[in-house]
């Protein structure tokens, strides 16, 4: 009985291995994983999406090297430290989620991953971000909300594609003026931090800007409202939400808010 219980083990275990390289998922969301699992590794080329989402995996090994034509990466809510460097050979990945983990500093190898689309590592332990980050030229998405950075890096400005920053509940003090090169970014959200002023600038150049929200910052309403190009910035919030209009009445959505407070 034992015996055909472990040849059952076997057999799922080889099926599911047989799955994920059919289909270039591997989903172990929720899984009580304590260790990355040896068995994706060895799958090398195979995995396209890698979802170890809510374990409590600590250590990521620098064999993940070995999964060079993975595009997603999530191990959001586990446990995780650090990086390892070899994760700047993963040349396919587009999307890496690492919310939720205990990360201090990422890797300068970071910079390599230059087909990166998305990156979000809220709810972790971060006092700074790389200066590599800039080479990142295809990110479209930056989370880093709910971590401990006191500025962000003036080599953000050369993520030309950025459409969204999201650093939220942080300790920001100060703003780059690289970020008026960003002429793709839609919105810019730095609730709760120590932002005393916003780049000049910022309004004229970043030109697709559509919500900005800096609620609980020193900043005050009157500045933000004295600052040029101010009015064309007002024009392109309201227009992005005139659909959220209904007739008379407007919606009492966060989005028509201007994001400063009085």
């Given at each position: ?131 590599t980050i800039g080479s990142l030229r295809n990110l479209v998405l ?121």
């Amino acid at each position: 009985m034992g015996c055909c219980a472990s040849n059952t083990a076997g057999g799922s275990k080889a099926n599911r291995i047989s799955r994920w390289r059919s289909t270039g998922i591997v989903g172990l969301r929720d899984s009580k994983l304590k260790t990355f699992p040896d068995e994706v590794i060895d799958m090398e080329r195979a995995v396209r999406t890698l979802d170890l989402t809510h374990n409590k995996i600590a250590d990521v090994p620098g064999d993940i090297s070995k999964l060079i034509n993975m595009q997603r990466l999530l191990i959001a809510d586990n446990l995780v430290e650090r990086l390892p460097g070899n994760l700047g050979k993963l040349q396919s990945l587009k999307v890496l989620m690492l919310d939720g983990n205990r990360i201090s500093c990422l890797p300068d190898e970071l910079g390599q991953l230059v087909r990166l689309e998305q990156l979000s590592i809220s709810r972790n332990m971060l006092i700074y971000l790389p200066d590599t980050i800039g080479s990142l030229r295809n990110l479209v998405l930056l989370n880093v909300s709910n971590n401990r950075l006191k500025s962000l890096p003036e080599s953000v400005g050369s993520c030309a594609s950025l459409e969204e920053i999201q650093a939220n509940d942080n300790v920001v003090e100060e703003l780059p003026a690289s970020l008026c090169n960003l002429t793709q970014l839609k919105s810019l959200c730095l609730d709760n931090n120590q932002v005393k002023q916003i780049p000049d600038g910022l309004l004229i150049h970043c030109k697709s800007l559509q919500n900005l929200s800096l609620h609980n910052n020193p900043i005050s309403m009157d500045q933000f409202q004295l600052m040029e190009g101010y009015q064309e910035f007002e024009e392109r919030r309201k227009k992005k939400f005139d659909k959220q209009i209904d007739s008379n009445v407007m919606m009492g959505s966060k989005g028509l808010d201007v994001g400063v407070d009085k």
